[in-house]
């Protein structure tokens, strides 16, 4: 019997932040994560994700494409 060693693959998990004096809103990987939390004086905290998900809904925003054109001046040559 053959046993096959597989590589473990670690995937990187996504936690959600929100800064308590500006409140920006970041989607970060675990370790990056910790590392803001663990420092107080960043004022980061966890939030849900669907905190994240409502933010980024409200920013979606249609943008209207507006063209600029000049009328042409047409150039009558007299005979």
């Given at each position: ?9 670690k ?32 004022n ?36």
């Amino acid at each position: 019997m053959l046993i096959k060693k597989l590589k473990r693959t670690k995937i990187n998990n996504m936690k959600t932040l929100r800064n308590i004096v500006t409140g920006e809103l970041k989607r970060v990987n675990d370790k990056e994560a910790e590392k803001l939390v663990r420092q107080k004086f960043l004022n980061w905290m966890y939030t849900s994700k669907e905190t994240w998900k409502k933010e980024n809904s409200k920013k979606k925003v249609v943008v209207e494409e507006t063209t600029s054109e000049t009328p042409k001046k047409s150039t009558k040559k007299g005979k």
